[in-house]
C-alpha cells in the first residue's frame, strides 16, 4: 500500500509540474540582435552600451591581475602591471559580443550581467576592437599603477564606472537612440 500512495503523489507532482510548466514556458524564440546603424559602422562603443563595456574592461583588468598575483603569490612589480594591461587591452575581449536583453542590444560576456541571459549572442565584427580602445583610454587616462592600487582596494569597477566624469557611464546609463522616424 505505500508504494500506491508514492505513486499517486508522484503522478500527481508531474502533472502538476508538466501544466505550470508547459504554461510558463510557452513558445521560446530566439533571434540574433538586430544592431542599429552606430552598433555596426561605428569606430567606438555606442553610448548605450558603455557601461557594459566598462564593466566588461574592470572585469577583464581584474582577472587579469588575481591570476598573476596568484601565480607568483606577492604584489606585482610596475613592469608586470604594465605588461598585463598591456596584454588586456590588446587580447582580453575577444570573447564579448552583442545580445538582446528586453529588446535592447547589450554588451555580453564574461563578468557582465547579460553573461548568463538566455538569447542569441553575435560575436565578432568591431566589438573587441571597441573593447580594446576603451581599455586603452582607460589606462592612459588612470595610469598603471592607479588601476593597480584601486583593484588592490577593490574598488576597480567602481572607480572606473561608477566615478565622475570619463568614469562615470555606470553611473545613469543610457539609452538607445532610436534611429527610425
Avoid at 513558445?27 to 542599429?36: A, D, E, H, Q, T
Avoid at 559602422?41 to 555606442?46: L, Q, R
Wanted: with cysteine.
Amino acid at each position: 500500500m505505500p508504494n500506491f500512495k508514492k505513486l499517486i503523489i508522484i503522478a500527481f507532482l508531474f502533472s502538476f509540474l508538466s501544466e505550470s510548466m508547459s504554461k510558463e514556458a510557452g513558445k521560446i524564440s530566439l533571434s540574433v540582435p538586430k544592431l542599429s546603424e552606430e552598433e555596426i559602422e561605428s569606430n567606438h562603443i555606442p553610448y548605450h552600451m558603455k557601461c557594459d563595456a566598462c564593466m566588461a574592461v574592470a572585469y577583464q583588468i581584474q582577472e587579469a591581475f588575481w591570476k598573476k598575483e596568484l601565480s607568483k603569490k606577492s604584489l606585482l612589480k610596475e613592469s608586470d602591471v604594465i605588461d598585463i594591461l598591456e596584454h588586456v587591452c590588446y587580447k582580453g575581449f575577444d570573447e564579448y559580443g552583442v545580445k538582446q536583453v528586453e529588446k535592447i542590444n547589450r554588451l555580453t560576456g564574461p563578468g557582465l550581467e547579460t553573461a548568463h541571459v538566455m538569447g542569441m549572442t553575435q560575436m565578432g565584427g568591431r566589438w573587441p576592437h571597441r573593447l580594446q580602445e576603451m581599455c586603452h583610454y582607460y589606462v592612459g587616462e588612470a595610469g598603471e599603477m592607479d588601476i593597480y592600487n584601486t583593484f588592490h582596494e577593490g574598488q576597480l569597477s567602481k572607480y572606473l564606472c561608477y566615478g565622475k566624469g570619463i568614469y562615470s557611464h555606470c553611473v545613469q546609463p543610457k539609452k538607445p537612440i532610436k534611429s527610425d522616424l
